[in-house]
């Protein structure tokens, strides 16, 4: 039973399985992002307070999801190379860190273009924005520490205890629109219950959530690729799999 | 002779604390830093006491995050620089009660004669001294947990030859909530509602991180030392 587990530790392998999973990660986030752009941007209806300019949420609120996402894959991976040894962890690890650190760049990005017109600003020192920022920083963090080290795989175990003692600030982040009064809407999706937002609204957010979970999928396994023959370059196979 | 592993963190704390009243210019220079950055605040933004007081626990805090940082550099370094870490690691003792005894020491040399000096900084910047006792408080469970955390940055960049900024890169971002909550608890106080709500936060994230941050200070030792 735990033999597909075991092979996922193998350098070679994941090399060729990841090259098998691009394409029908791409595809399916090439359907699911057209559609959901398609359905937000052309038929849902115009929110009742903010007019047509609430439809950046559908490129938004997705990137903020996988921003703290793609963390906790990261740091899920790199305990994973901590405790059992594993190799393909900490490769993970590093695959994942420049997405996670694109997708907050741009959820804050972005959520500053939404915030002039809303609000009138393009920044405000509220809970919500600041610890998306301090994530960022987090991110950076993991990505410096990492490349600090002479030695990769020094760097490597480094990378992976901060990333997994950073963990703790993943809840603040999430829950600091609860905690604190915020100028940034509460949580409209995610609640037990009846979700907070109309279900028109809500198909395409869901469908884009969806195909940014497979675009980040089909971006992981191409940098693991890359990642793979870096680390691995000394091996004969990589010799053999390059000059095939 | 075999030492417990009570007796052996006594005596690392006591060696610690006697390296640095050895040198006392350490010990100080953090503190005088902590001075002047605080007077280098109403330089730079008001001169009015009334303006002051209401940004007063926010730069409290922030010198305060900032001086500490300043002498977190030096906490594994030394030691681990001339090998007496390794003789430690090498003791028999665990590592973790080392890693607690050094961190102890650090905060008592540290975090807790800066809040020693705090009541004076504070009166400059008009804080009214009903408020000290929460100020106090929280500066005392902030500056701890601040050690513990500083112990495992330290722990992950004792091997690099320019850690220093690195050191800043990775606590700062992990000292987040211990701003919010502390600021938060003396600005309580100082406008005159209760800052219970604060304080507790506070002193969940001190127990937190004196049971957690020592094993990671160490597992990050193992990482960089051996």
């Known amino acids: ?244 | 002779m075999k030492v417990g592993a009570w007796q052996a963190m006594t005596l690392v704390v006591r060696r610690e604390l006697c390296l640095s009243f050895r040198r006392p210019e350490q010990l100080l220079q953090p503190l005088v830093f902590f001075l002047i950055v605080t007077t280098l605040f109403p330089l730079g933004l008001s001169l009015q006491l009334s303006a002051l007081r209401d940004m007063a626990p926010g730069v409290l805090w922030v010198a305060a995050l900032l001086s500490s940082l300043l002498s977190l550099d030096s906490l594994f370094k030394s030691d681990a620089d001339d090998g007496t870490l390794e003789q430690l690691a090498l003791s028999g003792q665990g590592l973790t009660v080392i890693v607690i005894a050094k961190t102890l020491a650090h905060w008592l040399v540290s975090g807790a004669a800066l809040v020693l000096v705090s009541p004076l900084v504070a009166t400059a910047l008009g804080i009214p001294p009903e408020a000290f006792a929460t100020m106090l408080l929280s500066l005392g469970l902030g500056t701890l947990t601040l050690s513990w955390l500083g112990a495992i940055g330290a722990g992950l960049t004792v091997g690099l030859r320019r850690g220093n900024v690195l050191l800043s890169l990775i606590v700062l971002p992990l000292a987040m909530p211990l701003l919010i909550f502390g600021a938060g608890a003396t600005d309580h106080a100082v406008s005159g509602t209760s800052a219970a709500g604060a304080l507790y936060f506070l002193a969940a994230l001190c127990v937190f991180t004196c049971t957690l941050a020592p094993f990671a200070a160490t597992a990050a030792l193992r990482i960089t030392l051996d």
């Open chain 1, 1 to 244: 039973m735990w033999t597909w587990f075991y092979r996922l530790a193998s350098p070679p392998y994941v090399y060729r399985v990841a090259a098998l999973w691009i394409p029908w990660f791409l595809t399916a986030a090439a359907i699911t992002i057209g559609c959901g752009l398609i359905d937000g941007l052309g038929f849902a209806p115009p929110d009742y307070q903010q007019g047509d300019a609430f439809r950046i949420i559908y490129v938004h609120v997705p990137s903020a999801w996988m921003s703290e996402f793609t963390y906790a894959c990261m740091a899920v991976a790199g305990a994973i190379g901590l405790i059992w040894r594993i190799k393909m962890g900490h490769a993970v690890a590093a695959a994942a860190a420049p997405i996670g650190a694109s997708f907050t760049l741009a959820a804050l990005v972005t959520g500053s273009l939404w915030g002039r017109p809303m609000w009138g600003t393009y920044w405000a020192w509220d809970p919500r924005l600041t610890t998306e920022l301090i994530l960022l920083f987090l991110y950076v963090g993991v990505m410096s520490l990492r490349s600090a080290f002479e030695d990769p795989a020094r760097g490597d175990r480094a990378a992976a205890l901060l990333s997994v003692v950073g963990v703790v600030n993943l809840p603040i982040i999430h829950y600091s629109v609860v905690w604190w009064n915020s100028l940034h809407q509460g949580a409209t999706v995610a609640k037990l219950g009846k979700p907070d937002i109309e279900l028109s609204m809500l198909w395409p957010l869901l469908s884009m959530m969806l195909g940014f979970m497979c675009f980040y999928a089909a971006v992981l396994c191409i940098r693991l690729r890359g990642e793979i023959l870096d680390r691995e370059r000394q091996a004969t196979w990589v010799r053999e799999a390059v000059k095939s």
